[in-house]
């Protein structure tokens, strides 16, 4: 038992993103799961819709709530990050100037995943793509 | 809880009502159904933003407030205008004549909600000051954006500030003076809110954050507008009341509540749509120094309420004028300052209001949303409204909780008549072969 979807998200395009994690809310909301996860979660899946649009060469979310709690993965299909300790440093960050006038690409986003929720796994090889696993208990 | 149902101010005319799906589209807490070819109003979702009576071409939605005459009912009136009321009136750039024609028309007294908010503003500085809050907080004084919280963002109701609105807040302070000076009892004091705001209406009947309600009527803006006004060219005696400052009358316009606050880093959003992509941003943690959130359901705040006369914008403009006419200096006692941290508190909490939510256990919850999700996907998606419900998503959960069914759906009732007109087709072609057969004249030959 369990609501499951898939969303593909295309890189650079910065009109679409929040779009998923908006969704994941409003699924959240819908079924009453207490505000302090969901807030967690609405941090963490938007943190990683917007490292798909900016860094990735386009990837997916899949989501799936269950009793227990909710399961995210994300899956890009590249560049891969080369060294993932410094990507998991705060403030350590490879975007553009153009992304960052427009108030992202601060070096924020894997460390407040990791922060955000209760389990949290990646891996990544360079010119394949990464794979983030985020588990939020209910 | 008090045992009185709910009271909402928004309300339907459904003599005038077309049925059409204007109001449908519009409400922000999707709680209007057309049924039966007319709107029906979700109680227990409406949260009196009054979109519905701007949108309405047809006028059939209204806000119920109360007539002059309830302040018969008490032997000592005061009114409390709203600063919205000094934008009003045209040619009219000085708030005395229309404070004047207030005590010509009846009350007794009259008490400045302008006044009140100075009051309310200093007591909010000085606790984002004192104590550790979650920030941003979040201002209380808009009483849909509260409703809002409490429906759509219920993660967000420890941000909001625990002290009751300038409008409760002048009530109390006022039948308090009155009592004072007059040696009267409270109880004999009626205090009359002068609303640009349906919500307001529902605010006083069904408080929030606190147990009863200090003000004993809601007469509506557009409601006294020609008393007023019939007074306004005539001299009148110098007024003997202490008078709101600018800053005060600053509240009715998006920002003044944050500039008499005097937060750091402060937003104000006005419109509900907008504060609802505001609520949604901070829900997601993407403001990171924000200290202080004003969000105003209605576009020009205050000066933008269903129940004024005049257009937002030339009120917001006239009331500058009202400002440049109005002393800076603040004129209540500073122990009224000092005293309101504790005197102006909220008294109960603000609950979440679950009424968006599925009932039951985690499990049936979420067996629900699957079977909603897969009504939704058999749904075209283009969320036209002409099912009655405003989105299809809406209408699938309208499906799963029985009160509609998917033929509800324009494009779903068109597919199932072709298939049917296509069943019947078959139907004739086949039952006209039959009878070919039976006309070919071979069986009587076979007799």
Redesign the interface.
């Known amino acids: 038992?369990?609501?499951k979807e898939t969303y593909q998200v295309t890189a650079g395009d910065m009109t679409a993103a929040?779009d998923v994690?908006?969704r994941i809310?409003r699924?959240m909301?819908?079924?009453?799961i207490p505000?302090?996860v969901?807030?967690r979660v609405?941090?963490g899946t938007?943190e990683a819709e917007i490292n798909l649009v900016i860094h990735s060469d386009g990837g997916r979310i899949d989501f799936a709530?269950?009793?227990e709690g909710i399961d995210i993965r994300v899956v890009d299909v590249g560049p891969g990050i080369a060294d993932i300790e410094k990507a998991m440093t705060e403030g350590w960050s490879t975007a553009t100037n153009e992304v960052r006038n427009m108030g992202f690409g601060a070096g924020m986003g894997l460390p407040n995943m990791k922060r955000n929720a209760d389990e949290f796994t990646i891996a990544s090889e360079v010119g394949v793509g990464t794979d983030i696993h985020m588990l939020f208990r209910? | 809880m008090s045992d009185t149902p709910y009271f909402h101010s928004v309300r339907l005319d459904a003599e005038k009502c077309k049925g059409c799906t204007t109001c449908l589209k519009r409400c922000p807490t999707e709680a209007i159904r057309i049924r039966n070819n007319r709107a029906t109003i979700l109680h227990e979702r409406c949260i009196d933003c009054g979109e519905c009576i701007r949108v309405c071409t047809s006028h059939a939605k209204i806000a119920v407030t109360d007539p002059l005459e309830i302040i018969d009912g008490f032997k000592y009136k005061i009114a409390l205008p709203a600063p919205t009321l000094y934008s009003q009136f045209i040619h009219v750039h000085r708030s005395e004549p229309i404070i004047a024609s207030l005590l010509k028309i009846g009350f007794d007294d009259v008490f400045e909600v302008a006044r009140a908010a100075e009051v309310v503003s200093y007591a909010i500085s000085k606790l984002l000051i004192t104590e550790d809050r979650p920030k941003p907080v979040i201002s209380s004084a808009c009483p849909v954006i509260l409703r809002l919280i409490q429906i759509n963002f219920p993660s967000l109701l420890d941000n909001v500030i625990d002290m009751i609105s300038p409008m409760e807040a002048a009530a109390k302070i006022a039948k308090e003076e009155f009592a004072k000076k007059h040696g009267v009892p409270v109880g004999e004091i009626g205090a009359f809110f002068i609303s640009p705001c349906a919500a307001k209406m529902t605010a006083v009947k069904n408080p929030l954050g606190q147990e009863k309600s200090y003000v004993d009527g809601v007469i509506a803006i557009k409601d006294i507008y020609t008393r007023i006004e019939k007074h306004l060219k005539e001299g009148f005696d110098p007024l003997e009341i202490d008078r709101a400052s600018t800053v005060g009358i600053k509240w009715a316009i998006p920002g003044g509540e944050t500039s008499a606050v005097g937060s750091r880093n402060s937003l104000c959003v006005d419109g509900v749509e907008n504060v609802m992509r505001v609520l949604e941003q901070i829900e997601n943690a993407r403001f990171e120094r924000l200290d202080y959130f004003e969000g105003l359901a209605c576009t020009n705040g205050c000066l933008g309420g269903p129940l004024t006369v005049e257009n937002c914008f030339v009120a917001k403009n006239r009331l500058a004028s009202v400002v440049k006419h109005t002393a800076q200096r603040m004129v209540s006692k500073t122990e009224i300052f000092e005293d309101a941290v504790s005197t102006l508190r909220m008294t109960q909490e603000i609950e979440p209001n679950e009424v968006m939510q599925l009932r039951g256990s985690i499990f049936e919850r979420i067996k629900r949303a699957e079977e909603i999700e897969m009504i939704c996907k058999g749904l075209p998606g283009f969320d036209c409204g002409s099912c009655g419900s405003p989105t299809c998503r809406a209408l699938a959960w309208d499906i799963a909780h029985g009160y509609a069914n998917e033929l509800n759906c324009v494009f779903k009732l068109q597919e199932r008549i072709s298939q049917m007109a296509e069943e019947m087709v078959k139907l004739g072609e086949s039952t006209r072969f039959t009878s070919y057969r039976k006309d070919d004249g071979s069986k009587k030959e076979g007799l």
Not at chain 1, 29 to 32: C, H, N, S, T
């Open positions: 038992m369990m609501i929040g994690s908006a809310k699924h909301k819908q079924l009453g505000a302090s969901m807030r609405a941090v938007y709530i269950t009793p209910i």
